[in-house]
């Protein structure tokens, strides 16, 4: 039979190996609990407990005898073991976040990079060539556009190569295939 006794450790005396713990119940009442020296690690594996604090002691009948089995702090802060993962994962997003929002760092990255383009002749010869490129072909996309008429005017030369090119079914070809024509 298991029960469990919530109340103030008072104290604790040791003799003839064996731990004798004053634990008070209530205003009234309280309780000596036995514990034997090698259950005494076990009980309380960080060493000697804090007097004068509210311990949940589980206790075991075990031959007509009280045995404790556990001692619990009571203001204790725990992390119960199925919430571990979930608080590693919000560290390690604090973490990256953190990270991400470094500013300062993120400018400095930023200034070196566009310092080393602008310090690079060659680069900057290739992207004036690109700009250069992009737009001529952006000019002569919209004169293309301007000078079409209908539905040509949607739609470049090469989006008209797509649709008519595509292996998939247009839907008067879908609907004959459900009328099984």
Do not use: C
């Amino acid at each position: 039979m298991k029960k469990t006794i919530i109340g103030m450790l008072l104290d604790v005396a040791y003799g003839r190996g064996y731990y004798v713990l004053s634990v008070q119940i209530s205003k009234e009442d309280s309780v000596t609990l036995v514990v034997n020296g090698e259950e005494y690690s076990i009980i309380f594996p960080a060493g000697a407990p804090l007097l004068r604090e509210i311990y949940e002691f589980e206790i075991q009948i075990i031959e007509d005898k009280p045995v404790v089995t556990s001692v619990f702090p009571m203001n204790a802060e725990v992390i119960a073991a199925e919430d571990i993962p979930d608080f590693e994962a919000i560290r390690n997003l604090e973490v990256r976040g953190r990270k991400a929002m470094d500013f300062k760092s993120l400018q400095e990255a930023h200034d070196k990079e566009l310092k080393t383009i602008e310090g690079d002749n060659a680069l900057q010869d290739e992207l004036e060539a690109m700009v250069k490129t992009e737009t001529e072909w952006r000019k002569s996309s919209i004169n293309n556009r301007l000078s079409a008429v209908g539905v040509e005017q949607l739609f470049s030369d090469s989006d008209v190569d797509t649709i008519t090119n595509s292996d998939k079914p247009t839907l008067s070809e879908l609907a004959r295939r459900s009328r099984g024509e």
